[in-house]
Nanobody, 120 residues
Framework: QVQLVESGGGLVQAGGSLRLSCAAS????????MGWYRQAPGMQRELVAG???????NYADSVKGRFTIFRDNAKNTVSLQMNSLKPEDTAVYYC??????????????WGQGTQVTVSS
């Protein structure tokens, strides 16, 4: 079994900062891409930021210059530093990882989600 456990959500005022963290554990051989998605009420889940095992980055245009994704391959963790938060960043944030199991199966896993609320 593989688990992704998130932490770090909460309530913050506009202009403030939060850091989200996600740790993968279980039967893991390696991890390809890790990322963060978000889903606001009534909206589709969207990619916020992604990072490959080699360190290539991908950001949604709406968060470029404000959010930074980074990972620790030795610890199987991925984090999202969110600065200059805006009310429109309010959503449930989900960690995502493409994991190679010890039997070499490639599987996609999601965290349970963590609420980020930005007040104006």
């Amino acid at each position: 079994q593989v688990q992704l456990v998130e932490s770090g959500g909460g309530l913050v005022q506009a202009g403030g900062s939060l850091r989200l963290s996600c740790a993968a554990s279980g039967s893991i051989f390696s991890i390809n891409t890790m990322g963060w998605y978000r889903q606001a009420p009534g909206m589709q889940r969207e990619l916020v930021a992604g990072i490959t095992s080699g360190g290539s980055l991908n950001y949604a245009d709406s968060v470029k210059g404000r959010f930074t994704i980074f990972r620790d391959n030795a610890k199987n963790t991925v984090s999202l530093q969110m600065n200059s938060l805006k009310p429109e960043d309010t959503a449930v944030y989900y960690c995502n990882a493409e994991i190679i199991r010890r039997n070499y199966a490639r599987e996609l896993y999601w965290g349970q989600g963590t609420q980020v609320t930005v007040s104006s």
